[in-house]
């Protein structure tokens, strides 16, 4: 097991260790998030035949030659009709928006360049052959390829895959991330804080960060301070495909986190990342030799500090990735901005730290300043972060007005104050 | 009603007809992405004692004056420890990260700097009052103001929250949203599309755009295009905060949505705006008195255009920022980026246009490339967008190589390329 690394060689051994997730079939009105496992081929013509575009009159553009002309109107075709009446020469028929033209007609004339007079209309301009007429195959045709893997089924996706009849879908399998505490003074949110005990807030920022991502959290719940307990833990996480364990505070001698992860036949691949806050990270990985009668490779694990903000960091920085690649996502990280720094920072060099900060435009610059104290038990100071500045390790001071990088947590801060309309 | 309004003056009347919804209360555990409609005050002081940052010694700090120094372990405490024991003069307590100071304890010294020797530690060197202590209150005092009005509920707050022991949280409604298509041709995702029928891909769309944005879709189905069967299903959803109607793509002559609603007691506030896709946009409120017997107001009514692309882009601009506005959130719009346009792009003047563009980095900048035909029938142009250009109305022609204003759809796009450690 390595230890004491560096925080980008860290994040670089946790993805090359993951890789997209199986596919599974998904029914499309439940895969909005979701990552495409394999390309979509159309099943269909859309549209189905040539159709028009506007409301008004189909008809053969050569009958309109010397226009203004009236036509006699032989029919009437809305949406959803059958296309099974010609069209006779000389004649036009009433049509509207994404009715199918009658066969031999190959324009549409608006209505608004049209006057209907009885059985008549009378059309004031001639018209170009396909005008105002969607042919067939224009949004996409038989067997053509529409949608590639990789792709996120947001909104318009959704849409595409609804209109070609395609009601399930094969994606990546969402992760499932157990998560579980460690801690004899560990209480839920609910519980007596009488005598020293503490609420173990980690399980749910930890779940509330699953979620944000698209994985699923189970919680398994407060593990006691013994190899035991913390051994039947693990095993109930050994199905997820990510087990996440943030020890109590007090680590030290009674860490039994690590060796009740190595006896279970979890290899850990380090322990212990240059970074503030966070170094004890660790992380492994079961693989399935490990786990008895269990096929298929077992969860990789991260050991997250006890710390509150310290399991908030570093799950943005090592598990959130990973989450993203096992969903099938290719874009792994937060939206990164250069901000001017608002205040002068200090520090040893040495570790990277991630200063949490809130972020303001000002004079059409980002300006970041810290959220105050950075103790690693101030929970306040990353419920107020819209962003992660990153203080590179080998650094001991930021100068008021300096250019820094900031990770941005914060969406909304990237929202526009208007629509721009 | 108004009609033929610009696009910025009619989202300006939608957003003037919203207002957040009124509060209500929620389990903390499910509240994540909703916004808080009270401040939160803390119930506890955190830490509620001094605790210690590190595992160590505590030690009173004029004890190690002549450091070094070797002192009488007294007793261990553990975090999660009662802290009844005061530390006896001349004496060291063993302290683990988060464990209370003993009374009569004021600094803690880490262990790296102490050597144990049975019951005795010897200590190297001096430390100052307060070293290594986490002072009570550090986090949060009993009584203060540790989160406004408007906060969205992320991983940080609800972690916070957690550690406060809030197990329910006062939050904005979520907005319920009533979604109906109208149109004979229209059939499921799973039904007959033989003889010119088509899906009725808008309700997915729209379910999706809903669900983004942490709306709760209500899907109604599909009208026929009789008034009577339209004011069936616009009934039904009048018990929504926002009901969705998109029509069929035969409208014209047959369109019944703006009578019945009228017929219904809708107040149409306007029809028609200068923007393609989605001129016939309609929008309009029931107010109570329309509504026999129910009480407060009605919902907010959008007519959106049957075809799929301008019923997704007219969602975009009009529904989702009153979407946003109604659950709470202050940042209504998408993020807009500038961007170098990749092709010369003309229309006549008049309308304001929202193309369907690709966004792709190349030498440090945004260029912004037409998705293919803007053609509002055509879906797969919408869900291969990653943004909206915004090509003013007054205008007629964009240049390539000029600068102009995107809306970004996909937030994947604005994803960093590494995280930056």
Redesign the interface.
Known sequence: MRTDLP??EA?RLVLEAVAPLPPETCA??DA??RVLAEPVHSG?T????D?S?M?GYAVRATDLGSAPVALPVAFEV??????DRPLPPGAAARI?????LPPGADAVVR?EDCERDGERVRIRRAASVGEDV?PAG???REGER??EPGT?L??????????????VVVVHQRPRVAILSG????VE???D?R????????S??????C??VGAEPVYLGIARDTPEDLARFVRAGLSAHVLVSSA???????DYVRPVLEQLGCTLRFWGVR?KPGFPLTFGRFDSRALEGEPGPGPIVFGLP???VSA?VTFE?FVR?ALRRLAG????????ISARLGETLAKKPGR?HLVRVRLDREHGEVVATSTG?Q?S????S????QGLL?FPADADRLAAGETV?V?V?????????????
């Open positions: 925080a980008a994040q499309t009105a909005l998030g269909r859309l549209p189905p035949w159709i575009a409301d809305a949406a959803g009709s059958h296309r509207f928006t994404g009715a199918p209505q969607r224009e949004d996409v529409v949608l996120r947001g909104p318009g996706p959704l849409g595409l895959l609804a209109s070609l009849g395609r009601s801690g004899d003074e560990l949110p609910d519980g804080v005598g020293g005990r503490i609420v173990s807030s980690n749910y920022s930890i779940a509330a960060q979620r944000e109590g505070v007090s680590v030290g001698d009674r970074i006890g710390n509150p908030m920085q990735p996502h290719r874009a792994l990280f937060r939206p990164r990277l104290t103790s038990g101030v929970l306040r990353m419920a107020l972060a990153v990088q990770q947590l914060d969406a909304d801060f990237l929202a526009a104050e208007d629509s721009g309309l």
